[in-house]
């Protein structure tokens, strides 16, 4: 009994030294990992840069872009989980902004929480497709459309959400092309973030490393530089038998990355090009670098990222709204618990 007491007392004072010893593990391990990372990847961006074509971006080349980007967000009360998305297309020539009603999802606990996001990834696509039809169905004045995400879906894509879900959102991309092939309209899709190792797979260095595309590109690129033209499809096929998601569309998908600014903690984007526009890919590539005045991020796709961004904080004012119009109609507030954990940011704790 007097050991137990002596060890919940000395609890609090050994506490800072948990502390100290995660500090000491991570400041020790990270930078020991980075040193022998580093010798690696010094060896092969060298090589790659002495192989790979690079092109150099200069100039504007368009002015009448439209960017477009969908948001959402989950609400998850303890009875079920909702969830909200939406998207947007902001005119940068015009400021005007273009969007259709949201969409409210809602399904019970007897639902996995990855099938559930995932069901939520697959509409969220989907809406910014349709959104993206109708928008042209108005036969805006527009040359070039940038679309936030990626054009080149991975296999991961294949395995989210409800089939029925995955052919609609295949049949909005494809709608959403041939229209834009018709008509003359140059697409491209950003991918901020990307993790892929398709550039990887093209060249043939899947064995050679470890590292995703961006972070090796990180340190081959100069700002203002991007890749030469490559096929995510005919890469990722060097490593599985099949992309599934991609031999879908109807368009051929083609990729390449570039630098838009000199930022270390800003790895380079991918853009996705669908084959009717490879001829305009250096003005594509130029407008990208021209307007990407913060964050390496070309501004109608910020623009568009801004106005279609649903945060925690606007979902935590409309739960509260919510709970107040719930018990004055009813009197009885207690469906409304949020799920364990969450009440901090929804506003109930």
């Known amino acids: 009994m007097g050991s137990l007491a002596l060890e919940q007392e000395g609890a609090g004072e050994r506490y800072p030294n948990l502390c100290l010893a995660i500090r000491n593990l991570l400041l020790n391990e990270i930078p020991s990992d980075v040193e022998e990372g580093v010798k690696a990847l010094k060896g092969l961006v060298e090589a790659l840069r002495g192989e790979l074509t690079l092109y150099t971006l200069e100039r504007e080349s368009f002015k009448l872009v439209a960017g477009a980007d969908a948001g959402g967000q989950i ?46 990834a697959v509409r969220r696509e989907t809406l910014l497709y349709e959104t993206l039809i109708e928008y042209l169905s108005r036969d805006p004045e527009v040359e070039l459309i940038l679309v936030d995400g990626p054009l080149a879906f991975s296999n991961w894509w294949n395995m989210r959400g409800r089939r029925g879900d995955r052919r609609r959102l295949i049949d909005a991309v494809n709608g959403f092309l041939n229209l834009c092939r018709e008509r003359g309209i140059a697409v491209a899709s950003v991918v901020k973030r990307p993790s892929a190792r398709y550039l990887i797979y093209h060249l043939g260095l899947k064995e050679e490393t470890e590292l995703p595309d961006a972070f090796l590109l990180l340190h081959l690129l100069r700002a203002g530089e991007r890749t030469g033209l ?55 590539a130029d407008y990208c670098y021209w307007s990407s005045m913060w964050g390496g991020i070309p501004l109608p796709i910020l623009r568009a990222d801004e106005e279609a961004r649903i945060s925690k904080r606007l979902i935590a004012d409309i739960y509260s709204e919510i709970v107040g119009r719930v018990g004055r109609l009813l009197g009885e507030i207690s469906y409304l618990a949020p799920y364990w954990g969450e009440g901090r940011w929804m506003g109930t704790s």
């Open 75 to 120: 609400l998850p009360l303890a009875s079920r989980r909702y969830a909200v998305v939406d998207a947007l297309v902001y005119d940068a020539s015009t400021g005007r902004r273009f969007f259709l009603p949201p969409l409210s999802l809602s399904f019970p606990y007897t639902i996995s929480d990855e099938r559930f996001r995932g069901i939520v």
């Open 230 to 284: 490559f096929s995510p499809r005919e890469a990722l096929r060097r490593v599985v038998r099949t992309a599934p998601f991609m031999d879908a569309l109807e368009a051929s998908i083609y990729s390449f990355y570039c630098r838009l600014t000199a930022d270390w903690s800003i790895p380079p984007i991918r853009v996705d090009i669908p084959d009717f526009s490879l001829g305009l890919v250096d003005e594509i």
